[in-house]
């Protein structure tokens, strides 16, 4: 199966370069589609260079409309049979596509949803993503360990199928929501996690963990 791989960036000028160099070195079929969302740090300098190389696919917004606007432009021009969202920072690591991606290619499911597995000591990141995941779950039943987590692997027919709403990083609890109100079997799989600090250039903050919470709650009530 091909596998396309989306990235959203904003900003991320010290390590998309990496990141792709990380997922071209995987053995697999894929393509490569940077989504640069208004970087003023050289993001998208970088990532011309490397469409010019062939080396990816690349869309421009000309100012910041979020990730889930991101991810949405993304979709528009993957071709692949299973989708992954890969963030551009190093917190994640693509050597866990293969696990991620054996459940659909196995026919066990059509989602997969990454949770991650601290390397470093718990932060106020990861207990508020704890907080979200607590709420998903009393809201919808769905036991999800880690809502928040980037890596959201689904074949694109379903997510096309999702229609997608959020232009923020709301989109995960948009995506969670409307799989489980559909009653989509979801797998969940462990995947490393390196954490940043908000000097490194962690983007989330206290206003996106309510925008998160009250995003479940439209969710579980309106369409």
């Not at 993957?78 to 596509?97: H, M």
């Not at 989602?111 to 990861?126: C, D, E, H, L, Q």
């Not at 923020?168 to 969940?188: D, N, P, S």
């Given at each position: 199966m091909k596998?396309?791989?989306?990235?959203?960036v904003f900003n991320e000028a010290?390590?998309?370069?990496?990141?792709?160099?990380?997922?071209?070195?995987?053995?697999?079929?894929?393509?490569?589609?940077a989504v640069d969302d208004g970087s003023s740090d050289g993001s998208?300098?970088?990532?011309?260079?490397?469409?010019?190389?062939?080396r990816i696919k690349f869309i421009k917004h000309q100012k910041n409309l979020g990730k889930g606007a991101a991810i949405k432009s993304g979709l528009k021009q993957a071709s692949g049979d299973i989708v992954i969202i890969q963030d551009a920072d190093l917190e994640t690591e693509p050597g866990d596509y293969h696990n991620l991606i054996r459940p659909i290619i196995n026919k066990e499911t059509r989602a997969v949803f990454g949770?991650?597995?601290?390397?470093?000591?718990?932060?106020?990141?990861?207990?508020?993503?704890k907080l979200v995941s607590?709420?998903?779950?009393?809201?919808?039943?769905?036991?999800?360990?880690?809502?928040?987590?980037?890596?959201?692997?689904?074949?694109?027919?379903?997510?096309n199928s999702l229609e997608l709403k959020s232009d923020h990083f709301q989109i995960c609890e948009e995506?969670?929501?409307?799989?489980?109100?559909?009653?989509?079997?979801?797998?969940?799989?462990p995947t490393q996690y390196f954490p940043r600090t908000?000097?490194?250039?962690?983007?989330?903050?206290?206003?996106?963990?309510?925008?998160s919470i009250f995003t479940l709650i439209k969710y579980r009530f309106f369409n």
């Amino acid at each position: 199966m091909k596998i396309s791989i989306i990235i959203p960036v904003f900003n991320e000028a010290k390590t998309v370069k990496e990141i792709i160099n990380k997922i071209e070195d995987l053995d697999l079929e894929k393509e490569i589609i940077a989504v640069d969302d208004g970087s003023s740090d050289g993001s998208s300098e970088i990532l011309t260079q490397l469409m010019d190389r062939g080396r990816i696919k690349f869309i421009k917004h000309q100012k910041n409309l979020g990730k889930g606007a991101a991810i949405k432009s993304g979709l528009k021009q993957a071709s692949g049979d299973i989708v992954i969202i890969q963030d551009a920072d190093l917190e994640t690591e693509p050597g866990d596509y293969h696990n991620l991606i054996r459940p659909i290619i196995n026919k066990e499911t059509r989602a997969v949803f990454g949770y991650r597995t601290a390397n470093k000591p718990a932060s106020i990141y990861w207990w508020g993503g704890k907080l979200v995941s607590l709420t998903t779950e009393l809201l919808y039943g769905g036991d999800i360990k880690d809502v928040n987590n980037g890596y959201k692997v689904m074949t694109r027919d379903l997510w096309n199928s999702l229609e997608l709403k959020s232009d923020h990083f709301q989109i995960c609890e948009e995506i969670t929501a409307k799989l489980l109100k559909r009653k989509e079997k979801i797998i969940q799989v462990p995947t490393q996690y390196f954490p940043r600090t908000k000097k490194e250039g962690k983007k989330l903050g206290f206003k996106d963990g309510i925008v998160s919470i009250f995003t479940l709650i439209k969710y579980r009530f309106f369409n």
